[in-house]
């Protein structure tokens, strides 16, 4: 069983940055497909940005392309998510999952994940 922390989040003003962290324990994360998705209020939940298995495929959502960096650190457990750029729209509870699915592919559906942390809430001020 795996358990993942996030942590990270707050308030922050439109245009600035944060970097939100993944910790997992229970399983090394670096054996696992990692993702991070958030969910607005009233909104259902989507995507962020994923990473393989092996480390080598990362993909993001559009509306995030260019301004967040997803990124791991194998020794720690923990991967990350560099939001930079930030917007009133970026507002969410952001969550990281953890797959065992394949290697090389970086999963973007919320149903390919077995692992859910419990949220960081990001608010982001216009």
């Known amino acids: 069983q795996m358990q993942l922390v996030e942590s990270g989040g707050g308030l922050v003003q439109a245009g600035g940055s944060l970097r939100l962290s993944c910790a997992a324990s229970?399983?090394?994360?670096?054996?696992?497909?990692m993702g991070w998705f958030r969910q607005a209020p009233g909104k259902e939940r989507e995507f962020v940005a994923a990473v393989s298995r092996s480390g080598g495929t990362t993909d993001y959502a559009n509306s995030v392309k260019g301004r967040f960096t997803i990124s791991g650190d194998n020794a720690k457990n923990t991967i990350y998510l560099q939001m930079n750029s930030l917007k009133p729209e970026d507002t969410a509870v952001y969550y990281c999952a953890a797959t065992n699915y394949g290697s090389s592919h970086a999963y973007t559906q919320a149903y390919e994940y077995f692992y859910w942390g419990q949220g960081t809430q990001v608010t982001v001020a216009s």
């Open positions: 229970g399983r090394a994360s670096g054996r696992y497909g």
